[in-house]
């Protein structure tokens, strides 16, 4: 997203990313967390360098449990704090 479309936003976001995902690069990654600081909200990104795209889909040749557990506590913990 550009800077002046989150500008437009007024909630608060989550993001989990592979790593090692050829589909969004850690750079875009990067690029949009830091976008982010620059809007209300207190946005939550991460990283697992380990894991790739849909590492969080058990159907996929890329599940990664850990990470998969891991992106589902926060995201739980996200979801009790903000709804």
């Known amino acids: 997203?550009?800077?002046s479309d989150l500008k437009k936003m007024r909630s608060t976001?989550?993001?989990?990313?592979g790593g090692k995902d050829t589909h969004i690069k850690v750079?875009?990654?990067k690029a949009f967390q830091a976008n982010l600081k620059t809007?209300?909200?207190r946005h939550e990104i991460f990283i697992y360098p380990n894991s790739d795209h849909a590492f969080?889909?058990?159907?996929s040749q890329n599940y990664?449990?850990?990470d998969a557990d891991t992106a589902?506590?926060?995201t739980l913990g996200f979801l009790k704090k903000y709804l």
């Open 56 to 59: 969080a889909n058990e159907s």
């Open 1 to 3: 997203l550009f800077r």
């Open 72 to 74: 589902w506590k926060r």
């Open 39 to 41: 809007t209300r909200g």
């Open 27 to 29: 750079d875009s990654v």
């Open 13 to 17: 976001i989550m993001g989990h990313f």
């Open 64 to 66: 990664n449990k850990r």
